[in-house]
């Protein structure tokens, strides 16, 4: 396994890729087919479970604009140095590999105030809403945009009328390009001033920095923005900056009169980094008045981040 581990080299450029690409059959081949790559249709691919690259490179070498996702660390950095080769060899190889485009990243298992959303979902969808986690089946493998259909790893195929698909997320390509961010595709920073730890002078905060326990919120952002403007204007000012104070909240409608939240806050520190002092969620037993009482606080707590980020 090992000795496995050290020769796995992922190659577009020789071997039965470059075969099939050569002699593959083009959109006659059934993935070609099942994908959607009929007459003159050339649908938007997601490979959602990378893997080896090669269905990837197939579809893109037929026209397809194709996004692969790879989970897995050490996949996803030989999937990105195949492509490099491959694009260094350029012609028609460095065309294909232009329709490529990597991402990291990982179905989830869980999600915020997950046990109070499926309680919401069974008290007033009963039988609607069928929440499959990634391990369970639910990993998207293939997104076919043209026909609206959901590939799952295990096999089923999902058709919607309107499918709402959130890929794995990481930092704006901006920071990637000013070389802000990790290998994990994130930023990281001093999470007392979000100043890059990077480049000095450059602040990043908000879902691209790694804000130790800190969930990506906009209320979070937001909490973020404020702490590093005080660090700005501390160190312009040339006094000592406040010992910071975080804050997330986030509440959610299951329905127009059924609220549920999450609230906490953080301190920091040299060790912990940003750490949660005090929280919690939104009682799992309630009665109808309290969930609509946090329904109207929900609608107050949107006016109110409205109004503070915009004005
Ligand atoms: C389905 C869903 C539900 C959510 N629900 C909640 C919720 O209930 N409460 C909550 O607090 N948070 C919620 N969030 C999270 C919240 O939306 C994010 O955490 C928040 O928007 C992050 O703010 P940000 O400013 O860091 O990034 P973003 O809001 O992503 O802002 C980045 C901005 O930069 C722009 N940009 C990118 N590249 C460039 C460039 N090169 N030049 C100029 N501009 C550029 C983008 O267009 C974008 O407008 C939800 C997120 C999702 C996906």
């Known amino acids: 396994m090992k000795q496995f581990a050290k020769e796995l ?12 690409l050569q002699f593959g059959g083009g959109r006659g081949q059934s ?3 099942a994908m959607g790559l009929r007459g003159g249709k050339t649908p938007m691919i997601i ?3 990378a893997g080896l690259g090669r269905d990837a490179f197939l579809l893109a070498s037929l026209g397809a604009q194709v996004t692969l996702i790879e989970r897995s ?10 492509m490099d080769r491959a694009a260094r060899e350029g012609g028609e190889l460095r065309e294909i590999i232009g329709r490529m485009s ?12 997950q046990a109070l959303f499926m309680q919401g979902w069974e008290e007033l969808y009963p039988g609607m809403i069928e929440w499959v986690s990634g391990s369970k089946g639910g990993r998207i493998d293939v997104i076919d945009v043209a026909t609206r259909s959901l590939h799952t790893e295990s096999g089923d195929t999902h058709k919607g009328d ?13 920071a990637q390009h000013a070389g802000l961010t990790n290998n994990d595709g994130w930023c990281p920073v ?23 326990s800190m969930p990506k919120s906009g209320f979070a952002a937001n909490s973020q923005g404020k702490v590093c403007a005080a660090a700005i204007v501390t160190f312009l000012r040339g006094v000592p900056m406040p010992e910071p104070s975080y804050v997330n909240t986030c509440y959610s409608l299951v329905s127009p ?6 609230a906490a806050v953080y301190r920091y520190s040299e060790d912990k980094g940003i750490y949660k002092t005090g929280g919690g969620v939104s009682p799992l037993i309630a009665d109808e008045k309290y969930r609509l009482w946090e329904a109207r606080y929900a609608e107050g707590w949107y006016d109110s981040i409205t109004m503070d980020v915009f004005g």
């Open 9 to 20: 080299r992922i190659d577009f450029v020789g071997g039965a890729v470059a075969h099939r």
């Open 31 to 33: 993935l070609a087919k």
């Open 47 to 49: 490979d959602a479970t």
């Open 73 to 82: 660390e050490r996949m996803h950095s030989l999937l990105a140095q195949g």
């Open 102 to 113: 990597l991402l990291k990243g990982d179905a989830k298992d869980t999600f915020s105030k």
């Open 162 to 174: 309107v499918v709402n698909f959130i890929p794995p997320q990481k930092a704006g390509v901006i």
């Open 190 to 212: 001093n999470q007392r001033t979000f100043e890059s730890k990077v480049h000095n002078d450059i602040h990043v905060i908000g879902d691209a920095s790694i804000a130790g």
């Open 257 to 262: 009169d059924y609220g549920i939240s999450v």
